[in-house]
C-alpha cells in the first residue's frame, strides 16, 4: 500500500515542485502573468496530491465496514513472515511475547497486518546503528480491561522531543527518502477501529509504539 | 546561460504524466530553455531528431513503452543524444543500472530545482562537446572524402611512416615519383604537415 501510495504521489509532488520553481523563476523576472499561472498550476497540484491521501483514508473507512474477529498472534506472525528477509537483512531479530490466552480484537485483518507491519519496519530502520547485539525488537500484547495493547519496541536512539510532535504529521520524515505517510495512516486506521496509536521512549534506549484496540 | 549550453537545441521531456511533463517544460522555459515534450515513448522516437546531438530528460515508467525500452532504442540507433531519466523512489536500482549501460544520470521523483538544474546544465555541456566532436568529425570526413582511392591508400602507409620507396614498392606498380605526388596531395588536401598529425587524423576521426 505504501508503496503505490509513495508512486502515486510522487507525480503531483514533483508537478507542485516544478512548478514552485518556475514561478520562483518568473517572479525574478517580473513576469506577472507567468508567475500567477504558475501559482495557480501550484495549487491544483497541492489539491490533487491532498486528494490522493483522502482517497486512502477513504479506503481505510471503507474496508472497516468489514470488521472480523482477530487473533492478535496470527496477525504478528504474519507480519514477521513478509519481513523475514529485511530482518535478516538488517541483522536483527524479533522477540515475541503474546500470550495464548489473549482474545481477539475486531478489526480488519489486512489493515491491521499494514499497521503492525509498519511499526515493526520502523523499528528496524530505527536500529541501524545499534550494536548488531543489540538489535532484538520486542513485539508483545496484553489485555488490559475490555482493551488489547500491542506494543512495538526498539532499541534505537529513541524520539527526542522535537520529532515527538511531529511524528503523525503527513510529510514529515526522518528518513532519507521517506514519504511521511507511515505513521499518519497508522493512526488514521487504529482511530477508524475505535482505537489508539501512542508512542513513548524506553528506559534503556529505544522506542516503543502500543497499539490500542478493543476486545471482541 | 552559458552561450555554449545555449547552442544545445535539441532539450526533450518525456513523461506520461501531464502534469508532471508540463510542470518541467515550464520550469526549463523559465530558465530560457526552449524544449519539447512528449508523453510517451512512441510519439518522441516518432517526431524527435534523435540523430543530432541534444538531451532528453526520460521517465522510466512510462505506460506502453517503458524509458529503459527508448533508452534501448536510442542506443540500437546511435544516437548521440544525452540521456537523463526521472525515477520514482522504488526505481533507483533501475536507474543505477541504465546508467551503467551508459545513461548520463538520474534525478529521483520529486527533485529539487537546485540539482535538477546543476544535473542538467551538465548533460547540456556533454551533448555541447559531442556536439562539437560531431562537427569536428564531419569535417574531416568532407576533407577525407575529397581524396582519390589511391591517395586514400598511400596516406594509411604514410600515416604507418613508411617511406615513398617502401610505398612504391607496396603498392606495385607505382612509381616512386607518383608516390611523391600522392602524399603531397594527401597533405595538402587534409592541411596536414606531417605522417603524425595524419596518423593522428586517421585515428581521431576513426577513418
Redesign the interface.
Known sequence: MA?TL??EL??????????A??A???AT?GNQP?LVS?LD?TM??AQ?SAEIVGRIRGFVRQRTAGVQDCLVAPLVTTVLTLLQGEMRARQARAAVRIPESLGSVRGDRVLLEQVILNLVLNGLQAMDETPVEGRVLEIDAAACGARVHIHVADRGPGIDDTTADQVFTPFFTTKT?G?GLGLNICRTIAESHRGNLTFANRPGGGAVFTLDLECS | MNPELASVKNLYVVDDDEAVRRSLGLLLLSRGHAVQVFASGEAFLGSADVQNPGCVILDLRLGDMSGLQVFDTLRAQESPLVVLFLSGHGDIPVAVEAVQKGAFGWLEKPCNDAHLLGTLAKALGMAAHIATQLRSRQAALALWSRLTPREMQVARLVAQGLPNKRIALDLAPLELRTVEAHRAHVFAKLNLSNSHELDRFLREHKV
Open positions: 508503496l509513495a508512486h510522487n507525480q503531483p509532488l514533483t508537478a507542485l515542485t516544478n512548478f520553481s518556475a520562483k523563476a518568473f523576472q507567468m504558475s498550476e491544483t497540484q490533487r527518502g514519504l
